[in-house]
């Protein structure tokens, strides 16, 4: 908002002596915290060119008319009456190519496309990290995790990663994650809205339609195992 070239910006967090903000969960730091800082940034900039700053290069021209070394602004935000009477939400649509071996039927993940809609993405390589993370999240929970338990003792069996499956890097395939190219003014001053839960939802769904499509076999559970498919074929 200011103009200030990103390598020229601190921050601090986790100081006591800081403003109170939200957890950062739930898909609302970006938002809630970002629109905080954008109000502060607004009102920064209008002090600033109102003493000739309007541009950063004369951002030094402007505190050395005001006299000070440094010049801050504080920023708030919670939202507006129009927010509140509108929800808001992020999509995804996710396809998945699935192949499953016709001897042992044990389906794996080929290719994964995702494109999703969260209004403007403030950075847009994070962002696709987190959904590719989330698009790996629910493959493992479509085709590899499983909480087994004694049922003497109601204790879970695999207390670790020895005996707990998750995929490891043979197990992920191509990923191609993307965003719709938006501004969402509704959600926040600058257009963005939350994609923290936003990545491995839908996922599972869609690799158990895909192991539908190539076998036949519709598997209401998860993980989806061999013997799922074995059974149900036995029975047909």
């Given at each position: 908002?200011?103009?200030?070239?990103?390598?020229?910006?601190?921050?601090?967090?986790?100081?006591?002596?800081?403003?109170?903000?939200?957890?950062?969960?739930?898909?609302?730091?970006?938002?809630?915290?970002?629109?905080?800082?954008?109000?502060?940034?607004?009102?920064?900039?209008?002090?600033?060119?109102?003493?000739?700053?309007?541009?950063?290069?004369?951002?030094?021209?402007?505190?050395?008319k005001?006299?000070?070394?440094?010049?801050?602004?504080?920023?708030?935000?919670?939202?507006?009456?129009?927010?509140?009477?509108?929800?808001?939400?992020?999509?995804?649509?996710?396809?998945?190519?699935?192949?499953?071996?016709q001897?042992?039927?044990?389906?794996?993940?080929?290719r994964?496309?995702?494109?999703?809609?969260?209004?403007?993405?403030?950075?847009?390589?994070?962002?696709?990290?987190?959904?590719?993370g989330?698009?790996?999240?629910?493959?493992?929970?479509?085709?590899?995790?499983?909480?087994?338990?004694?049922?003497?003792?109601?204790?879970?069996?695999?207390?670790?990663?020895?005996?707990?499956?998750v995929p490891?890097?043979?197990?992920?395939?191509?990923?191609?994650?993307?965003?719709v190219?938006?501004?969402?003014?509704?959600?926040?001053?600058?257009?963005?809205?939350?994609?923290?839960?936003?990545?491995?939802?839908?996922?599972?769904?869609?690799?158990?339609?895909?192991?539908?499509h190539?076998?036949?076999?519709?598997?209401?559970?998860?993980?989806?195992?061999?013997?799922?498919?074995?059974e149900?074929?036995r029975?047909?």
């Amino acid at each position: 908002m200011l103009g200030v070239p990103v390598e020229r910006v601190s921050l601090t967090l986790g100081d006591t002596a800081l403003p109170a903000a939200p957890v950062n969960g739930a898909s609302t730091a970006t938002m809630s915290v970002g629109s905080a800082v954008h109000d502060g940034a607004m009102k920064l900039k209008e002090n600033l060119a109102q003493a000739g700053g309007d541009t950063p290069a004369g951002y030094g021209k402007a505190l050395s008319k005001l006299s000070v070394e440094r010049l801050s602004a504080d920023g708030a935000w919670s939202p507006s009456e129009d927010q509140v009477s509108v929800a808001i939400y992020s999509f995804g649509a996710i396809f998945v190519e699935v192949r499953v071996d016709q001897e042992i039927p044990i389906p794996r993940v080929n290719r994964v496309v995702a494109v999703y809609s969260a209004g403007k993405m403030i950075n847009p390589k994070t962002a696709r990290s987190q959904m590719t993370g989330g698009i790996i999240w629910g493959i493992s929970q479509a085709l590899f995790e499983r909480s087994e338990t004694d049922p003497r003792l109601g204790r879970f069996l695999s207390k670790n990663l020895a005996g707990y499956l998750v995929p490891a890097n043979a197990d992920v395939p191509e990923i191609d994650a993307s965003f719709v190219e938006e501004f969402d003014a509704h959600a926040s001053p600058f257009g963005g809205r939350g994609i923290g839960e936003l990545g491995p939802l839908g996922v599972g769904a869609a690799i158990a339609n895909a192991v539908f499509h190539a076998t036949g076999v519709r598997v209401r559970e998860v993980p989806i195992r061999p013997e799922h498919l074995l059974e149900a074929t036995r029975k047909s």
